[in-house]
């Protein structure tokens, strides 16, 4: 069998396990064998194949890896307008209950209702927005 068809195999054989590992590890194995297959295809002799094989594999490192954890360690994305209220503290301005009430969340004051609704919320109490329903505010006493 010649050496380019097995490197073609180990190729085809890491490519396939990396798509049940995710990690890119053997994909750059799997990439790095496939350009020794083609480097051996040419007519290289086995040492240099191994070499090329070693020079691929440190190529995709140092190519791969930086992208790669770019893309794994993004930054939550920035909520905005009301999805920006949800998980803030308010303060109960009116008495809040399953039917309505009054809070303040920072600054500005909400329709409420309370997101369970069997509660009836005191003025003065602390609450956690629960969700924004429209433009009133689902809120849940703190503890």
């Not at 109960?92 to 309370?114: D, H, K």
């Not at 003025?123 to 689902?138: F, K, P, Q, R, Y």
């Amino acid at each position: 069998m010649p050496a380019w068809l097995i490197w073609l195999v180990v190729a085809v054989v890491l490519g396939g396990a990396e798509i049940f590992t995710f990690t890119a590890a053997l994909g750059i194995l799997g990439g790095a064998a496939l350009i020794t297959a083609g480097a051996s295809a040419l007519g290289l002799a086995l040492p240099l194949q191994f070499v090329t094989f070693a020079v691929a594999c440190a190529a995709g490192l140092v190519l791969v890896r930086p992208v790669m954890l770019r893309h794994l360690h993004q930054p939550e994305p920035q909520r905005f307008g009301v999805d920006a209220l949800v998980g803030k503290r308010a303060y109960v301005v009116r008495e809040v209950t399953g039917l309505g009430g009054r809070v303040r969340i920072e600054g500005e004051e909400w329709t409420a209702r309370a997101y369970d609704e069997t509660l009836v919320i005191p003025a003065g109490s602390t609450v956690d927005v629960m969700e924004i329903s429209g433009s009133t505010a689902l809120v849940y006493p703190r503890e």
